[in-house]
């Protein structure tokens, strides 16, 4: 069952991902900024859970992203060389500055979390 639930949600981060990726493939003065970052964000989360999943960790859906981090970095330490505070300021999110380099710097965390979770 969680190896199931592992893939799904996998599939999902991937999809989030392309979604992304996609927004920046737009004409420059087409590019929502808002939507790189939102859906890279909602990547590296679903990543997380679902290397979580896969060694069987049940998740909360109200669980965040930097409890999901922990979590990860309790499994394998390789998850320590993520840093997401400077992108995921929960507390602060109104203070996030969304511009070309913000959105550019949650898809290079997206990518480095697909990574991490044994994506190539």
């Known amino acids: 069952m969680n190896l199931i639930k592992s ?7 991937e999809e989030m991902l392309n979604i992304a990726q ?3 493939c737009r004409p420059e003065e087409d590019v929502v900024h808002y939507n790189v970052c939102k859906h890279a964000y909602k990547a590296i989360e679903k990543y997380l859970t679902g290397f979580l999943n896969n060694h069987g960790v049940h998740i909360q859906n109200s669980t965040s992203i930097k409890e ?4 990860c970095r309790k499994i394998d330490a390789k998850f320590n060389e ?3 505070g400077h992108l995921m300021d929960e507390d602060h ?3 996030l500055m969304v511009n070309l ?3 550019m710097e949650f898809i290079k965390t997206a990518k480095q979390t697909r990574v991490l979770v044994g994506l190539s």
């Open 101 to 103: 380099h913000t959105a």
């Open 7 to 13: 893939h799904s949600t996998i599939s999902e981060a």
């Open 68 to 71: 999901l981090l922990n979590q």
């Open 93 to 95: 999110a109104d203070r």
């Open 22 to 24: 996609e927004e920046l």
């Open 82 to 84: 993520l840093d997401l």
